[in-house]
């Protein structure tokens, strides 16, 4: 059984670039989050779906953060405008219907380096 | 709103010492914790949960950690620490729309 994917899992860009961070969550898991995880520092909330419908977003820290999740399945982080504060571990993870204590499943993450 | 302390940055043991990983959690009613393990360039796995069932917990790879409401602790053990076990660890509080990480506790184990 595959878990979450991510891709790519590694990102260099230069500032003000536009980047995509992909993530495939495991089949059937309805929910799926996204956190960033600066360096040294344990990850933080961005988004929350719950199959297509964002029902979270109050942890992308600007208007340059954007999720989708559109068929409620395969979602995309983009990132507008790219900052080197921005560089961080992006984490996704996807959780069943009805998980036992809310248990999320992690991806390995997109390392991204803002120059 | 929900927070998690974790009081230590470093811990560092020798191998087959027993090893201590503090954390406290605020919380306005009963959560849910968790502790995840996380290895260099690896994803985050899920060593225990706490549900509200049995307030000692039972992990993979011998580790187990106890609840203790009155002081609201979530302190993480194992009895024996093994060089594989130098990682980054990390408490965790679960919301239905969200976790909440610690800082982190980096272990170091030591031959």
């Known amino acids: 059984g595959a878990g979450v994917s991510q891709s790519p899992r590694y990102k260099v860009a230069k500032r003000g670039q536009d980047v995509a961070l992909r993530c495939d969550p495991i089949s059937g898991h309805v929910s799926l989050f996204w956190y960033q995880q600066a360096l040294g520092q344990g990850p933080e909330f961005l988004t929350y779906f719950q199959n297509e419908a964002q029902l979270d977003k109050s942890g992308l820290p600007s208007d340059r953060f954007f999720a989708e999740r559109p068929e409620g399945s395969v979602s995309t982080l983009k990132i507008q405008r790219t900052q080197q504060e921005d560089s961080a571990v992006y984490l996704c993870?996807?959780?069943?219907?009805?998980?036992?204590?809310?248990?999320?499943?992690f991806g390995p993450g997109t390392r991204l380096t803002v120059l | 709103a929900q927070s998690v302390t974790q009081l230590d940055s470093h811990v560092s043991v020798s191998e087959g010492t027993p090893v201590l990983l503090r954390c406290n959690y605020s919380?306005?009613?009963?959560?849910?914790l968790f502790w995840y393990v996380q290895h260099p360039n690896k994803g985050l796995q899920l060593l225990l949960k706490y549900t509200s069932a049995a307030t000692l917990v039972k992990g993979i790879n011998g580790f187990e950690a106890e609840f203790k409401k009155s002081e609201t602790s979530f302190h993480l053990t194992k009895p024996s620490a093994h060089m594989s076990d130098a990682a980054e660890y990390f408490c965790v509080a679960g919301g239905y729309n969200k976790l909440i990480f610690g800082a982190g506790t980096r272990l170091a184990v030591h031959p």
């Open positions: 993870a996807t959780r069943p219907r009805g998980a036992d204590g809310n248990e999320q499943f």
């Open positions: 919380s306005s009613y009963s959560p849910s």
